[in-house]
């Protein structure tokens, strides 16, 4: 079965950087996109980055654009989510996504991980 394990997330400050991996299983990590969402307390999901099946082109929101870089090593069936210049309003759980195959829409969703952003 489809297995999404996220990790790194903890507390830092503004403008302090983190990197969130996501360990997949159970399905051919390289044929699918992938997302990462994320939930901030008392809010609704927000889309967060994409990336397409080898890597090459990746997608994100306005308000991360220029701060986040997704990427994925298709050999460790593993992706990434570079987060610099880190803000209060980022303060999210964030949540590895498979798409699915033809739709693109969210199809599983990892536990997520605790990124608090505090001074």
């Known amino acids: 079965q489809v297995q999404l394990v996220e990790s790194g997330g903890g507390l830092v400050q503004p403008e302090e950087s983190l990197r969130l991996s996501c360990a997949a299983s159970?399905?051919?990590?390289?044929?699918?996109?992938m997302y990462w969402v994320r939930q901030a307390p008392g809010k609704g999901l927000e889309w967060v980055s994409g990336i397409v099946p080898t890597g090459g082109y990746t997608y994100y929101a306005d308000s991360v654009k220029g701060r986040f870089a997704i990427s994925r090593d298709n050999a460790k069936d593993t992706l990434f989510l570079q987060m610099n210049s880190l803000k209060s309003e980022d303060t999210a759980v964030y949540y590895c996504?498979?798409?699915?195959?033809?739709?693109?829409?969210?199809?599983?969703w990892g536990q997520g991980t605790q990124v608090t952003v505090s001074s």
């Open positions: 159970g399905f051919s990590f390289r044929t699918y996109y």
């Open positions: 996504v498979k798409a699915d195959y033809w739709s693109r829409a969210f199809s599983s």
